[in-house]
């Protein structure tokens, strides 16, 4: 297995069936959690801009040549989207000394909204994803993580009497 295949594939995840990009976000998850262990949010945010950047790379090798702009087995995008919509939790986590793992209804909440925009690619997800490059690829998870996020933080406020 390339490089290439390795990034984008996240080490083979996206051969799992059925629906590779589930799997993609699910395995994300504990890796998302070291990363905050190790580092806090500052690893978080740069393991996000690592992967993305990777992922466009790979993606764009494992493409070219190819009709399809998008195969099922690339999910490097859902790593990002996914590590995307858990950075309130980290951010949380981080700037207030408490456990991450505390916050478990939040990583069910990020988990479950990041893989609803993403399979429903709602306004500028769809664009993304229709660009039809490596690039969108990418960009239609990052928007959709994105939105999770933002849901994640509505859903703390009203969880916490906020709003």
């Known amino acids: 297995m390339g490089l290439a295949r390795m990034i984008g594939t996240v080490l083979g995840t996206g051969y ?9 976000s699910l395995v994300s998850l504990p890796w998302a959690w070291v990363l905050h262990v190790i580092g806090g949010l500052p ?5 996000i801009i690592a992967a993305f950047l ?12 190819q009709e399809g702009h998008d195969p099922s087995e ?9 590590w995307i919509a858990l950075l309130p939790l980290s951010w ?7 456990s ?9 909440a990020a988990f479950v909204l990041f ?9 500028p997800v769809g664009w993304a994803d229709r660009r039809g490059d490596a690039l969108g690829v990418m960009l239609d998870d990052v928007i959709a993580g ?5 849901g994640v933080l509505v859903l703390a406020a009203l969880y916490h009497g906020v709003l």
């Open 54 to 65: 990777k992922g466009w790379w790979a993606t764009a090798q494992m493409t070219r040549g």
């Open 115 to 123: 893989r609803l925009f993403d399979i429903w690619k709602p306004g």
């Open 92 to 98: 949380a986590a981080w700037s207030m000394g408490i």
């Open 43 to 47: 690893l978080l945010a740069l393991g």
């Open 74 to 82: 690339i999910v490097i995008d859902e790593l990002v989207g996914q």
């Open 100 to 108: 991450i793992l505390a916050m478990w209804p939040g990583w069910i």
């Open 16 to 24: 799992i069936k059925p629906a590779p990009g589930t799997w993609g």
């Open 146 to 150: 994105v939105f999770a996020a933002i």
